[in-house]
């Protein structure tokens, strides 16, 4: 079944937000007053609106969670192939809201932003390989 054009839509809307997240880390990743708490938010949001854009495409109800081995889950589950650097991102899931907070440990920003530049690299192949998108 083919996704809708909603669905097409909602995908590369969810697409351009990880883009964006990626330019500002790219940006903001050796900028030393700025936080691990903030590239790592980023680098979460844009790995995570990824995995949603696979989602959409498959219309699976997208579950309220940031929970990126969770959503690597339901992608698997919808017969999804995911490169393995993307089913690895999980140790992202604290930067989400945990780490915004209290930070335990420090952010490896350039395994973040590798991380966030492979999901959106591979969330643009889905939807431009998809029948119907871009």
Do not use: N
Not at 22 to 47: M, N, P, W, Y
Not at 86 to 94: E, F, I, R
């Amino acid at each position: 079944m083919s996704p809708s054009p909603e669905q097409i839509e909602y995908a590369e809307l969810l697409l351009d937000g990880a883009k964006g997240r990626v330019h500002v880390c790219r940006v903001l990743k050796d900028q030393t007053e700025i936080g691990d708490s903030i590239i790592g938010f980023h680098t979460h949001a844009a790995v995570e609106k990824a995995l949603r854009v696979a989602l959409v495409l498959t219309d699976v109800e997208l579950p309220l969670t940031h929970d990126l081995d969770f959503l690597v889950q339901l992608v698997r589950e919808a017969g999804i192939d995911l490169p393995t650097s993307l089913a690895d991102t999980g140790w992202l899931t604290p930067w989400a809201a945990e780490f915004r907070y209290d930070e335990p440990t420090t952010l490896d920003r350039a395994a973040a932003l590798t991380a966030a530049e492979k999901a959106t690299g591979w969330a643009a192949s889905l939807l431009t390989d998809w029948p119907g998108g871009g």
